[in-house]
């Protein structure tokens, strides 16, 4: 199974999505490099992939998908920031949760979108004092 750093950005109630040419919509992120820890890939592949700098990632819990396992992280970024595509990126864009079910996107960022945003709502505000925790000690959600 693939381990996968997956990064959520929300800003005014809105999730960054990327995209390939020809590819679906995506939350950004990558797979994890031998010997780098999943926080560290959430970091590389969030500058990368949107030129974003993450001021503070929190990790959240995996998602299994079908190959994959994801780890996922909020990551804080500063307000005025602007998310410019780069790497094999070719689109960056904010979307409502809740638009997110209508786009060609992929199965796992559907999936995790709906966990963290059931019903297209907006989740509780993450405390500004947690910090990052290494994956394997939040929880793990298997994709249907």
Known sequence: ????????????GRVLLVARARSRWALPGGRIRRDEAPVDAARRELEEETGLVATK????F???????????????VP???VAQPGNEIVRCR??????????????????IVELL????RL?????????????????TVAAK
């Open 123 to 139: 989740p509780m505000a993450v405390p500004s004092d947690q910090t990052a925790t290494p994956a394997g000690e939040g929880m």
């Open 57 to 60: 990632l929190i990790y959240l």
């Open 94 to 111: 904010w979307f409502v949760p809740s638009k997110i079910a209508t786009l060609s996107a992929s199965v796992p960022t559907r999936g």
């Open 79 to 81: 307000a005025d920031a």
């Open 117 to 120: 945003f059931p019903h297209g």
């Open 62 to 76: 995996q998602f299994r998908g079908l190959g994959t396992l994801h780890n996922v992280f909020l990551a804080g």
């Open 1 to 12: 199974m693939k381990d996968r750093a997956t990064v959520l950005c929300i800003r005014d």
